[in-house]
Nanobody, 126 residues
Framework: QVRLVESGGGLVQAGGSLRVSCAHS????????MGWFRQAPEKEREFVAA????????DYANSVKGRFTISRDNAKNTVYLQMNSLKPEDTAVYYC???????????????????WGQGTQVTVSS
């Protein structure tokens, strides 16, 4: 079972930038896709971005396209989400998720991810 630990959340003013990271461990010699989701208070969890094993395929929610960038460094077992031009509506708990072992195909569906981190809070003030 892969273990995921997010870090890098915090408070930032609107228009600012923030990078959140997700360190994963527990999977060796396996390929898998990774994703970021977020959940705002009293809202359902929503897809943010996803990336394939080698990073050759990425996908973004329309609400973050052009502002957020997902990337990964497999040598460091870490996935990143660079967030620029942040808006108050980006305020949420951000979760990273790992897809099933042996599959690099990316997805927007939370059910397609088998492991989740504990989340990191991102707050954007207006």
């Amino acid at each position: 079972q892969v273990r995921l630990v997010e870090s890098g959340g915090g408070l930032v003013q609107a228009g600012g930038s923030l990078r959140v990271s997700c360190a994963h461990s527990g999977r060796t010699w396996s390929i898998f896709a990774m994703g970021w989701f977020r959940q705002a208070p009293e809202k359902e969890r929503e897809f943010v971005a996803a990336i394939s094993w080698r990073g050759s395929s990425t996908d973004y929610a329309n609400s973050v396209k052009g502002r957020f960038t997902i990337s990964r460094d497999n040598a460091k077992n870490t996935v990143y989400l660079q967030m620029n031009s942040l808006k108050p509506e980006d305020t949420a708990v951000y979760y990273c998720a790992a897809g099933p072992s042996g599959r690099s195909l990316i997805s927007r569906q939370s059910d397609d991810f088998t492991s989740w981190g504990q989340g990191t809070q991102v707050t954007v003030s207006s």
